[in-house]
């Protein structure tokens, strides 16, 4: 989840939809009124975040409304703080290798 995540999160686009959809759920033609690409290449993208499991799909009716699933966001936030902390705690260690000599 969290390797598909970062693919789709690598497109600026995709991020921007992103950002759409954390101020509330949109549907497919709010979502392209915000970009001057074609509805196709919007629609790509939002295939992207759907199958990343970054946003989800739900029928209106006719329309299609997307929302943000902030799931493999969160699993992101923990890969990354666990990184980080495994960062800090290298720099700390080598940093006291480097104060013992």
């Known amino acids: ?3 598909d995540a ?10 921007e939809i ?7 759920n949109k ?6 009124q915000q970009f001057t ?6 629609n790509k993208h939002l295939a992207v975040l759907v199958a ?6 739900n029928a209106d009716g006719r329309a299609v ?5 902030t799931t493999a966001l969160k699993e992101i ?5 666990a990184l980080t902390e495994k960062a800090e705690a290298s720099a700390k260690k080598s940093h006291l290798k480097r104060a013992r000599k």
């Open 27 to 32: 549907s497919t033609a709010e979502i392209c």
């Open 77 to 81: 936030k923990k890969w990354m703080k």
């Open 52 to 57: 990343s499991q970054l946003i989800k799909a």
């Open 6 to 15: 970062f693919q789709a999160l690598a497109d600026e686009g995709r991020r």
């Open 37 to 42: 690409s074609s509805r196709q290449a919007v």
């Open 1 to 3: 989840m969290v390797q």
């Open 65 to 69: 409304v997307y929302k943000l699933d």
């Open 18 to 24: 992103l950002f759409m959809l954390a101020a509330g």
